[in-house]
C-alpha cells in the first residue's frame, strides 16, 4: 500500500480541488479522503506530497518509441523513462517502427518489450495500412485483439480519401478511433517549414497552412460520412483548429490534440539549427493564438508530445537534410505551466484535463481519482524552479529545441499501478 499523503488533488473528471490522502492498493486506488482520515494499513509506504499537486496520471498520445528497429535513437526502456521523468503514466507509441506496426505479432512484441523493460503503461497504436503504405488496410481486427488502442499511418496521412473511408468505416464497427496525421502531401512536398516571411528570410522551403488544413477538412467530411471517431494528431494551423471546432458543434465525434512546442513557439524562432524541424512546422503568430483559445476553451482534446527522438548522427545535419522530430516528455509539462498556467490563459484543473483526462476520453477510458480507479498518479510542483539540460536527458536522444529553457514546475513523481515508478 501507497499512502499520498497532504497534497492537492485535482481531479477534472469529478472537479475536485481539495487537500485529499489518497491510498493505493497495488493496481487500484483504494480510498480518497480527507487529509488525516485515511484508514491506512500498519506499514503502508508514506508519499509526503505537501505543497505539490496530485493528478490522475498524464497519459500521452503520440510517441515515438524507435523500438523495434531504430534503437540507436530510443528503446522501450529509454523513452519510457524519460516519459516517467515527465510525468506520464502511460504513453501510446505510433507504429512507424521498422518493422511497422501493421499486424499482431509486431504489436505483441512491443507489449511484451514493454512488459520487460517500461517503466510506463506502454499502449500502441497500429498502423492503418499495410506498411503505412496507404495501399491496403492493415489486420486491424487482429491488432485490436493484441493490444493496440488506436490505428494510424503517423509519419504521413491516409494516403487517399479512399482508404481514409474504409479505415474509418472498419474502425467504427471496432470502436477504435483513427489518428490523422493531417498533411496534403501535395501541397508539403519537399518543405521542411511553414511557408511566409521567415521560410522566405531563411531560403527553406516551405509549406502552407492549407497543407494541414485540407485533409482536416477531408477527414472531418469522413467523419461525418462515416461516423468514426477521428482525432487529428499533431494540429498547428488556425483553419484546422476552426474546423473541428465546427465538426464538435455538428456532434461528430471528431477530437484533436496540441503539442508544447507548437503553443510555444512560432516560425519566426527557426534558425538553421536542426532542432527546430519537426512536422508539422512551427506555425505562424496567429496559428499560435488560435491554438491557445482553442485549448482554453475546451476545442482541444488533449496535450500530446509527439516526441520524436532522433540520434545525433542522423539529426545533427544541416536543416534541409535533417528528419522531422523533436523530443517531448521531459519538457511537456513545464511548457504547459510555462505557456498556458502562469501566463493566466488556462487553469490547473483545465491543464490537467488536457493531459490525463482529455487524453482518456479520446481513446474511450476513464481517469479519475476514486476508489476503483487505477493507482495512476502524477504528483507535481507548479512552481519548483530548475533547468532542462538535454545531456541529462533519459531519452537516447538529444534533439530539443528548450535546452537550457529555465522552467518554473515539473513533476515530482510519477505512479503506475501504485508504484512510484519516478521520483525527483
Ligand atoms: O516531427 C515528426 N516526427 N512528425 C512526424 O509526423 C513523425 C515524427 C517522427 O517519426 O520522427
Ligand atoms: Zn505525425
Redesign the pocket.
Known sequence: MLLVRNGRVIDPASKTDAALDVLLDGEKIKEVALTGKTRTAPGAEVFDAKGLIVAPGFIDLHA?LREPGQESSETIETGTRAAAHGGFTAVCC?P?TKPVNDNASVTRFILDRAKATGSVRVWPIGAASLGSKGEAISEIAGMKEAGIVAVSD???PIATAKLARQVMDYCRSLDLPVIE?A?DVSLAAGAVMREGVSSTRLGLRGMPAAAESVCVGRDVQLAELTGARVHI??LSAKASIEQVRWAKSRGLRVTCEVTPHHFTLIDEDVTYDSRF????PLAAREDRVALLEGLADGTVDAIAT?H???EPALKDVEFDRA????LGFETALALALEQLVHSGKLSLMRMIELFATGPARVLGMERQIAAGQAADLTVFSADHAWTYRVEESSSKSRNSPFDGRKFKGRPIATIVDGQVVYKN
Open positions: 515515438h505510433m512507424n503517423d509519419g504521413k496525421h498533411e494528431a499533431h524541424k519537426m512536422n508539422p509527439d520524436a527522438p532522433h528528419p522531422f522530430g523533436v
